[in-house]
């Protein structure tokens, strides 16, 4: 019999909606061995194989500030600790539920998101943040920057980092054989031709050619290709463009995916949503996908 994969779930920030879709996606059932990480009085309450308590939550004391430095300390650390047991093998793959970017930088983890932390923690790997659903595979060239930086980062050699980190994963992780990739364009209409930006002839064209992919196309036309079937993922230059993309096409359903790790790791598509958290409105659809996801991906995975 072949063993159960092996999850680390963390609940993320402790005042969102991430312990109760965690509980809700778990409480229907996983064909995994979960190891639950997060604040020691809602792990508690959620049924897992193995808890890892990062610290203590309460709803009530304290200023607000010391309260956001608690709630960002809780869930570092569990994301450190559940990153620490899929390095050593412990566990196949990490699911992690959502946190708040500005808590985690007042507890002392000065990282722009999951993607890059992770990365970090694994040595210093090229990574790269892909959201999937049964619809549409997104891949971010830049992530949580300002729009204003992005031109300058649009390098053709991370376009083609990025490229290639995305096709070894469709490969070894998807399944896919030969996986086709199609380049999103940065201005509207690929630049037509220079009248509206020349980053696509400049940098974009050859980068293409390098990865052997398909574009630059235009932003309002390669994700509905995609959607078709035309390709197995596209690169998108910025995040709200790929971001949109991905949520117009498959909100609740989609799965933010970190290729490049040694590990499987996966998370909901969404955020904290701290403005409905405990009122009973949280949807737990994406994390469940994210829980299957991980456990398909963590199975294809160990099979190689």
């Given amino acids: 019999m072949t063993p159960r994969v092996r999850l680390a779930v963390t609940l993320g920030d402790p005042r969102g909606i991430g312990p109760e879709i965690v509980a809700a996606a778990l409480a229907e059932g996983v064909a995994a061995e979960v190891t639950l990480l997060g604040a020691k009085d809602q792990i508690a309450a959620i049924p897992a194989d193995h808890r890892v308590a990062t610290g203590s939550w309460r709803e009530e004391g304290g200023p607000a500030r010391s309260r956001v430095v608690e709630a960002g300390l809780v869930t570092g650390r569990a994301v450190e600790q559940a990153a620490r047991l899929a390095l050593t093998g412990q566990v196949d793959a990490i699911v992690t539920a959502p946190a708040e970017k500005y808590a985690l930088h007042l507890a002392g983890f000065p990282f722009p998101g999951h993607t890059e932390w992770?990365?970090?923690?694994?040595?210093?790997?090229?990574?790269?943040?892909?959201?999937?659903?049964?619809r549409l595979r997104v891949v971010l060239i830049t992530t949580h920057v300002p729009l204003r930086n992005v031109p300058l980062l649009l390098t053709a050699d991370r376009i083609v980092r990025?490229?290639?980190?995305t096709r070894k994963a469709l490969e070894e992780w998807f399944g896919i054989a030969t996986p086709r990739l199609a380049l999103c364009a940065?201005?509207?209409?690929?630049?037509e031709q220079g009248l509206f930006g020349d980053e696509e002839s400049r940098i974009f064209e050859p980068a293409a050619q390098r990865l052997g992919a398909s574009g630059p196309i235009p932003a309002d036309t390669v994700f509905v290709r995609a959607m078709h079937g035309e390709f197995d993922a596209v690169l998108a230059p910025y995040?709200?463009?790929?971001?949109?993309?991905?949520?117009?096409?498959?909100?609740?359903?989609?799965?933010?995916?970190?290729?490049?790790?040694p590990f499987v790791r996966t998370s909901p598509d969404h955020g904290t949503a701290m403005d409905i958290a405990g009122t009973g409105q949280a949807d737990a659809g994406s994390m469940r996908a994210a829980l299957t996801l991980a456990i398909e991906l963590a199975q294809r995975s160990r099979a190689r």
């Fill in 239 to 261: 995040h709200d463009v790929g971001m949109t993309a991905i949520k117009v096409a498959s909100f609740g359903s989609g799965v933010n995916v970190t290729l490049g790790l």
């Fill in 186 to 191: 940065l201005n509207p209409h690929a630049g």
């Fill in 118 to 134: 992770l990365a970090h923690l694994a040595g210093g790997v090229d990574v790269a943040m892909m959201l999937a659903s049964d």
């Fill in 162 to 165: 990025t490229g290639e980190v």
